[in-house]
């Protein structure tokens, strides 16, 4: 299963950390990262590692202000948010696939594994 939190209210401009720790399944195996939903918009994918290679993806929307990580124990996964901006209001999911196929986190959204999702709110 995955366990994401991190989320809550920030002003725009600041930085938020969101964590997800998977457990169950060995991550070397899955791509895994990051799905937003905003109300009234379509899901989009926000970051990734490609299973195997963990080549990274970021959308258009977050490059330059977002990174995602992974941490030594190859356990836990991390979006750090930066210069947030009110459209980045959403809740975030992570996500996990045991696919190659890049589009898993842009159009296919067909995972395995889901966390719960944690609210981020951008808001002055």
């Known amino acids: 299963q995955l366990q994401a939190s991190g989320g809550g209210l920030v002003q725009p401009g600041g930085s938020l950390r969101l964590s997800c720790v998977a457990s169950?399944?060995?991550?070397?195996?899955?791509?895994i990262g990051w799905v937003r939903r905003a109300p009234g918009k379509q899901r989009e994918g926000v970051a990734s590692?490609?299973?195997?290679?963990?080549?990274?993806y970021y959308a258009d929307s977050v490059k330059g202000r977002f990174t995602i990580s992974r941490d030594n124990t190859n356990t836990t996964v991390y979006l750090q948010m930066n210069s947030l901006k009110p459209e980045d209001t959403a809740v975030y999911y992570c996500?996990?696939?045991?696919?190659?196929?890049?589009?898993?986190?842009?159009?296919?959204?067909?995972?395995?594994?889901w966390g719960q999702g944690t609210q981020v709110t951008v808001s002055s």
């Open positions: 590692f490609r299973k195997g290679d963990r080549t990274t």
């Open positions: 169950g399944f060995a991550l070397d195996y899955y791509a």
């Open positions: 996500a996990a696939a045991p696919t190659v196929d890049d589009a898993v986190f842009t159009k296919k959204f067909l995972f395995d594994y």
